[in-house]
């Protein structure tokens, strides 16, 4: 058992809880993994999180935090000796909270919606808003990489962990809906920042693989297509 | 014509202007105020705010910073000299972030129901979960306020803005629907706060009177019962 103070409550295949995961690896702080089951809630996960009953929540101490960007925003401020994951100019800052919003009010949405859309017609529509979407952020990516690997420059930032944690997601998309959502021809900037944010050390262990996330998924799908129970 | 290099695009009844409006009062930054007319969107918003075009826009200098709350955490960063608008404290400032994402997220959408909702059960559905959210905020007041007027302590901070924007709408709403939303007997603590809060000197110029907004809100209603023009 982890002898340490901060805990994460989670589940491995969620995006928002790897935002949690990812900010607290760039700090080097180690914390216990308390993975939630599909379909049932812990009684610290309702005790943490009573609003919205949902993980990511962030135990520091006898403190909770929940939602994800306000996770990682907390995270960068009381370990602020560590790497910088917001910029630390007010402009950049404001550029990088405007995209991680984008991102999840219009982006990810669109994205659920290509495999979850009621219809064909809303799931083609889902499909085209996420190109849509990608290209927008490819724009953003060269404005605010400045020539470097990543949103936040040399290193992963708040834009990179906020966009960063679906790329599982995106390739199973791709994989089960036969689709190219990250392509060279329209997105040559995020195929390439990708690669860079999948293969760096604080991501790395924490992005699941493609092949074993489509099984989840398949999971997923069923309990959503089955009928309440009764 | 105000010789500043601070301007806001908006429109007077808009509580997502307010809270930029607010912030600069806060600071005492002098702006420009560009209203946009109702059904029209200017070159200006167009250009600054291409993804979403959508009031408020900030223009610092040349630079378009759009979304309230982005906005407001960018005020007060920028001019960090002035009255601090969030806590210093980073678990204060999470619980600040968290409830202005909850007011964001779910309680606003509720309280746009109330008058909006496509049936009278979806408009009471709405209205119970208006009054549930304002039973969790008044506690969230009790503990971030430690006894004193305001969310924020003894000044205005992020919260108070966040959900304050909000009183006028509040009031039209409770007269229009002939509804108590903020009532002595559920929310005492709310019901103080929210005398407090239009009395302040960075508030009470930029709240609008409820019969003005109103009128307002009758010719809005009237705009999105129209047909749409052929």
Known sequence: MATTDVKVIGAWPSPFVMRARIALNIKSVDYEFLQEQLGAKSELLLKSNPVHKKIP????????????????????????????ILPSDPYERAIARFWAAYIDEKWFPSLSG???GPTDEAKKAAKEQVVEGLALLDDAFVKCSKGKAFFGGDRIG???????????????????SHLKLLDESKTPNLV????????????????????????????????FKAPPPS
Do not use: N
């Open 158 to 176: 708040y834009l990179d962990i906020a966009l960063g944690c679906f790329l599982g997601w995106v390739r199973v998309t791709e994989k089960t």
């Open 114 to 116: 290509i495999a979850r």
């Open 192 to 223: 390439k920042w990708a690669d860079s944010f999948c293969a760096d050390v604080s991501v790395k262990d924490v992005m699941p693989e493609t092949d074993k996330l489509a099984e989840f998924a398949k999971v997923l799908m069923a309990k």
């Open 57 to 84: 929540v962030l135990i520091h101490g006898d403190k909770p935090i929940c939602e994800s960007l306000v996770i990682v925003q907390y995270v960068d401020e009381v370990w602020a000796s560590g790497p910088a």
